[in-house]
C-alpha cells in the first residue's frame, strides 16, 4: 500500500459518504415537508457523513505510520534463527540494516545468499504488512461510510457535530506549536544542564575567553577548554548592533516616504523592488560581504589610517543591515497605513505641516506597531549565522572595535555541531547551553517589547 493510493481511495470514499449523507438528508426532509424540517442544513449532514467516514482512517493510519517499520522488524527478528536473534543490539541493528538494503534492492546479486534470502523474506513481509493495513484502514472507512448513514434523521445535530470536529482540529493545530515550543525548550534544556553538570555555570556566564575545541596534547592552550561565552554574545550585540544602526533609519525613513510621500506610481514599483531585499539567500549576501564590502571597507580604512581585518564586524553588521530593511520598511508601512485618516486630517486642520504631522502624530500613534517591526528584525539579525561565518569569521575576540574579527552566538553552535560529535563532551554540549542563553535573552527582549507596545497602545487607543 503506497499513501496516494491509500489516499485516493479514502478521498473516494469521503465523496461517497458527503454525497449520500447530504442526498438522505434531502430525501427524509422531503417526506417531512421540506429543508425547515432538518435540524441543521443538508450540507453539515453530508460533512458530518464525510467526516465519519475519513477521520478514523485517517488517524489510524497515521498511527500505523508510525509504529509499522517497529512492527514488522520485530516480526522479523522473532523469525531469524536464534543465533542471529541473540546478536547484541548493535551487531543486530547492522544486520537489520543490511537485510532492509538487500530488501530496496541496493545490494547487487554478488552479495551473500544468506543476505538475498532474507531481504526477500523481508520484503514478502513487509508487503503483506501493507496489504493487511490497507484492507483494515479501508474497512474502517466503509464502516464509518454505514455508520454516518445509519445516523443521518433529521433529528440529528450535524452543524453542532461538525462544528465540535472542526474546533477540535483548530485546537490540535494550536497544541502542535505549544508543544513544537515546549519540546525544544525541553530538549534544550536537558542538555545545558548536562553541560552545566562538566562547566560551572560562572565560568559559561561570566568567563571573558572561549576555546572549545579538544587538545592534542595536554601543554595546548585549550588543552581543558574555554567555555567563557563573553566574547560570543558581545560580538552577536556588535554585529546586530552596527545592523540596526543601518536598517532601523533606512527602513523607517523608506516607509514614511512610500506612505506619505511617494506617488501610486512610485509604490507600486519601489515597495516590490524594496521586498526583493527579502527573497534573497543569506549565502548571497555572505559572498557579498566577503567578496565586494569588505575589500571596499578595508581600501577605505587604510586610506584613513585605521586598521581593518580583512573579517570585520563592521563588514558583517553593514550587510547585515540592508538585509533586514525589507522587515522594518514593510512593517512600518503596514502600520503607518493603518493610522486612521481622520487623525490627519486634524492634525492639517490645526495648521500642522505635513512633517509635523508625521512627527507628532502619525509615529507616536504607530509606534508599538514600528517597535515589533524593529524587535523582528533585531531577532533576525540575531539569528543570522552565513553572512557572520563569511564576513565577520570565527575568531571569538572580546572586543567593541568593529574593525576586528569577531565571531557570534549562532555562528559557535553552527561550528560546534557540524560533523561527527560525541554528546558527552562539554565542546558539544556548549552549544546548547549558547542556545538556551540565546532563548532567553530573546524572551526578554520580547518581554520588553510588549511593555513598550502596552504603554503606547493605552495612550493612544
Partial sequence: MTAGVFFAVLLILALLAFVAGQKKALTQAASLGGVRYLDSLPFYY?????????????????????AADAAVNALFVAGLPAAQRDLPAVELQILMNTIKNSASGHMDASAAVEILEAGARYRELAVKSNALAFSLLVALAVAGFALAWWRTTPVLQARVQVEKVCRGFLIACAMIAILTTLGIVVSVLFESIRFFRIVPPAEFLFGLEWSPQIAIRADQAGSSGAFGAVPLFTGTLLISLIAMLVAVP????????????????????????????????????????????????????????????????????????VMIIPFISSLSDDVINAVPQAMRDGSYALGATQAETIIKVIIPAALPGIVGGVLLAVSRAIGETMIVVMAAGLAANLTAN???????????????LVGDQEFDSAKTLAAFALGLLLFVITLLFNVLALHIVKKYREQYE
Fill in 46 to 66: 453530508g460533512m458530518l457523513a464525510a467526516i465519519t467516514c475519513a477521520v478514523p482512517a485517517l488517524l489510524l493510519g497515521g498511527l500505523w505510520t508510525l
Fill in 402 to 416: 568593529p574593525f576586528e574579527s569577531v565571531t557570534t552566538v549562532t555562528a559557535q553552535i553552527a561550528t560546534l
Fill in 250 to 321: 533606512a527602513g523607517l525613513m523608506s516607509a514614511i516616504f512610500l506612505s506619505e510621500y511617494a506617488s501610486f506610481t512610485v509604490r507600486r514599483v519601489m515597495k516590490p523592488l524594496l521586498e526583493l531585499l527579502a527573497g534573497i539567500p543569506t549565502v548571497v549576501y555572505g559572498f557579498f560581504a566577503a567578496l565586494t564590502v569588505a575589500p571596499i571597507v578595508r581600501e577605505l580604512g587604510l586610506e584613513l589610517g585605521l586598521a581593518v581585518s580583512s573579517e570585520s564586524a563592521l563588514v558583517a553588521g553593514l550587510v547585515m543591515g
